[in-house]
C-alpha cells in the first residue's frame, strides 16, 4: 500500500520545547489516526481526525488535519521527559479493506 | 479495557525452525494484524484477519502465514525461520470498518540465529 510520508525521522529537543511531527499525503484521506509508542512498549492510540480542517487537543497536544485532507501535524507544547516515544500517523485505505498504513514515525528524544 | 496478549516477549529460534507467534484479544473483536516493526521502517502489515478462518495478505507476506481458527486468536507462522526475520512482532485487533482505531499487544521480540 502507499505509504504515508512522516517527517522529521527523528527529533531531538531539550526539555521545554516544543515539537512538531507532520504527516503528508499524495490523496485526500478520509480520515488519519495518531498513535504513540513508548520506549519498549507497543503503539497507543491517541486521536482520530476526521473532518477537513479538524483541530482537536489532548492537553500539551494539538493535533490538525489540513483543509484538503492530505495532511497532518501533531504538535506538543512544551515538551516533558513523558513525551519520549515514537508518533506514528496512519491512514485507513483507499478503498476495500479493513488494514491501516502507518507512517514510518517520527521518533522524539527530550534532553533534560 | 481492550487487552491484547501476545505468548512470548522474547523468543529466539534458530534458521530453519518453525515458528508459531499466537495473539489472544478479549475484546470479541473481529479485526485481527500481524505487523513487523524494524528501525527506520515504522509498522509493515504481514497478514490481516476479518473474521474466523478468513485472512488476507498484507504488504510483507513472504516467508509466513497465518491460523485464525477462533475470534479471539491469531497466529503467525514462521514456517522456516531466517536470519531476515528477526524483528519485532506486534498483534493488534480492532472492530470492523475501515480505518477503526487498533489495539497492539505488547510485542514479541524474535531473534534467528
Known amino acids: 500500500g502507499q505509504q504515508v510520508m512522516q517527517i522529521p525521522q527523528y527529533q531531538h529537543v531539550q526539555e521545554g520545547e516544543d515539537f512538531t511531527t507532520y504527516c503528508n499525503s499524495s490523496?485526500?484521506?478520509?480520515?488519519i489516526q495518531w498513535y504513540k509508542q513508548r520506549p519498549g512498549g507497543h503503539p497507543v492510540f491517541l486521536i482520530q481526525l476526521v473532518k477537513s480542517g479538524e483541530v482537536k487537543k489532548q492537553k500539551r497536544l494539538t493535533f490538525q488535519f489540513g483543509e484538503a485532507k492530505k495532511n497532518s501535524s501533531l504538535h506538543i507544547t512544551a515538551t516533558q521527559t513523558t513525551d519520549v516515544g515514537t508518533y506514528f500517523c496512519?491512514?485507513?485505505?483507499?478503498?476495500?479493506?479493513?488494514?491501516?498504513?502507518f507512517g514510518t514515525g517520527t521518533r522524539l528524544t527530550i534532553i533534560p | 479495557d481492550v487487552k491484547v496478549t501476545q505468548s512470548s516477549r522474547y523468543l529466539v529460534k534458530r534458521t530453519g525452525e518453525k515458528v508459531f507467534l499466537e495473539c489472544v484479544q478479549d475484546m470479541d473483536h473481529e479485526n485481527m494484524f500481524w505487523y513487523r516493526q524494524d528501525p527506520g521502517l515504522g509498522l509493515r502489515l504481514i497478514y490481516f484477519s476479518y473474521d474466523v478462518k478468513m485472512k488476507e495478505k498484507g504488504d510483507i507476506p513472504e516467508g509466513y502465514s497465518v491460523s485464525r481458527e477462533k475470534k479471539e486468536r491469531f497466529s503467525l507462522i514462521l514456517e522456516s525461520a531466517s536470519t531476515n526475520q528477526t524483528s519485532m512482532y506486534l498483534c493488534?485487533?480492532?472492530?470492523?470498518?475501515?480505518?477503526?482505531?487498533?489495539?497492539f499487544g505488547p510485542g514479541t521480540r524474535l531473534t534467528v540465529t
Open positions: 496512519a491512514r485507513p485505505p483507499f478503498f476495500g479493506n479493513e488494514k491501516l498504513t
Open positions: 493488534a485487533s480492532s472492530l470492523p470498518g475501515a480505518g477503526n482505531e487498533q489495539y
Open positions: 490523496t485526500t484521506l478520509s480520515n
